[in-house]
């Protein structure tokens, strides 16, 4: 069990800020300790007898796992009394009675039922302890302004006496990113309520659509300086994190699958040119492209069945697991990409979807223990709060993501604070394929749009060559 005085000294300059502040959007970078930095805000405001509750909403598996393991990895935070609401939804609505929340200090719930806890806290009294204090962990998952969770999270931050947006990647995209979770926290102070209204005065669009927004001259420095006083974040210096050393694998598809994936190319991405194209339209081309990069593609005249393409990624995967030489987590993107991975690593354990929070843990602590020589993950399912920098520090991905968000958070799941080694992080990429299209995502810095039309641009010139 830790020490108080094990925190860093950003740590408690930032829990002091919280606790002095009824609205704040606390930003540590992922790794930099954001949970236990809030968690020791709570312990004084209950010390000090400010608030008699706290109410966490956090995405589900950081809520199931993270939050309970750093009540408990620390001696001041211990005593907090704390309960995950789960169950049913009538477990769920007795959680929030009176007699119960006067049995715990901190109430825990998963982002993934933040609707229906909206529609239960519209039924409870303004004098009720639950709006106390309201805490939203990984709030820049409320980003997106027509999301139903940000909505309904939104119509309820009246009722808090104080409300803290923690995040380790606030503006992930753009700074249209900053509004939500500012209206949230701000209850509607800062910005007004309207996101259009706003978008309107600060951005203009750059298609016929309407899809694409740019920020007019000004307007993010403006942005900026409206929302700096409610950011508490990390100086510069203050947290030292070794970068990870990045390394892309190029494969090059063989003949037949090369082929393939120009026909297939040609047939959904032909008359695009230099024009933009409907996000949707992009998405969808984009998305089976991404398949065939990886080995396969999805049939949908055979109920979605998988047809393997080639090996190229496969054979990477091989030389990966042959020539590890220490404990390695293995991203995948598609189920396909695991279930090539659990053929050559038999009985696999693995963080995504269909895994049970009981099992999640087990292969968590069995990774942190040194018990796993492999273990899979999905971006999506441990792109936030998972702690997993003891077990290992190789990371190898199957392929890009397309999230700028899931990347970084992704990485920092070993790259954080209590990692002892230099990590590695290995990517695999096929050559002239949506792989590099991801890359300028991601790692490139460009926007959806920008790496869309460098990868057709790039492509044009393959054609003309060809």
Not at 272 to 298: C, D, H, P, R, W
Not at 327 to 332: A, N, V
């Amino acid at each position: 069990m830790r020490a108080k005085n094990d925190m860093r000294l950003y740590q408690d300059r930032l829990a002091t800020h919280l606790y002095e502040h009824d609205a704040a959007l606390c930003v540590i970078r992922p790794g930099g300790g954001k949970t236990v930095t809030a968690l020791t805000a709570i312990e004084e405001l209950q010390r000090d007898k400010v608030i008699r509750h706290a109410l966490v909403v956090a995405p589900k598996r950081v809520a199931r796992v993270v939050w309970p393991d750093e009540i408990e990895q620390w001696k001041h935070t211990t005593k907090l009394r704390y309960t995950i609401l789960g169950g049913s939804p009538l477990q769920r609505e007795l959680g929030l009675t009176e007699p119960c929340l006067a049995t715990r200090d901190i109430t825990i719930i998963g982002l993934d039922v933040a609707q229906w806890l909206c529609e239960q806290l519209a039924k409870c009294k303004l004098d009720s302890r639950i709006f106390d204090l309201l805490v939203i962990d990984e709030i820049s998952r409320l980003r997106e302004p027509t999301g139903e969770r940000a909505k309904a999270l939104a119509k309820v931050a009246d009722k808090f006496k104080m409300i803290w947006g923690m995040s380790g990647t606030l503006r992930p995209n753009s700074a249209q990113d900053l509004f939500m979770p500012a209206r949230v926290v701000t209850k509607g102070k800062l910005w007004g309520r309207s996101f259009y209204h706003w978008r309107r005065e600060r951005f203009y669009t750059t298609d016929y659509q309407g899809y694409q927004w740019a920020p007019l001259p000004g307007a993010e420095e403006k942005i900026n300086a409206e929302i700096e006083p409610y950011i508490a974040t990390v100086a510069e210096g203050e947290l030292v994190q070794p970068k990870p050393t990045l390394i892309f694998d190029k494969v090059t598809l063989p003949g037949n699958a090369r082929r393939e994936y120009d026909m297939m190319e040609r047939r959904l991405l032909t008359g695009a040119g230099e024009a933009v194209i409907v996000a949707a339209n992009s998405a969808v081309a984009t998305g089976k492209l991404a398949q065939m990069a990886n080995g396969f593609v999805y049939d949908t005249a055979r109920g979605s069945q998988a047809v393997a393409l080639h090996p190229a990624k496969r054979e990477w995967l091989e030389d990966i697991i042959e020539n590890a030489t220490g404990p390695t987590l293995l991203i995948y993107e598609f189920i396909e990409d695991l279930r090539l991975m659990q053929e050559l690593w038999p009985a696999l354990p693995y963080l995504g979807q269909g895994v049970t929070d009981k099992v999640s843990k087990l292969n968590i602590e069995r990774w942190n223990l040194g018990k796993l020589p492999f273990m899979a993950l999905h971006p999506a399912s441990g792109g936030h709060g998972l702690n997993l920098q003891h077990g290992g520090a190789d990371m190898a991905w199957f392929a890009p993501t397309w999230s700028p968000e899931y990347w970084e958070q992704t990485i920092a799941r070993i790259n954080r604070s209590g990692q002892k080694r230099q990590v590695i992080v290995r990517v695999c990429v096929a050559r002239d394929t949506v792989d590099e299209m991801k890359l300028s995502r991601v790692y490139g810095k460009m926007t959806a749009q920008e790496a869309f039309e460098a990868y057709l641009r790039g492509r044009q010139t393959r054609n003309r060559a060809a």
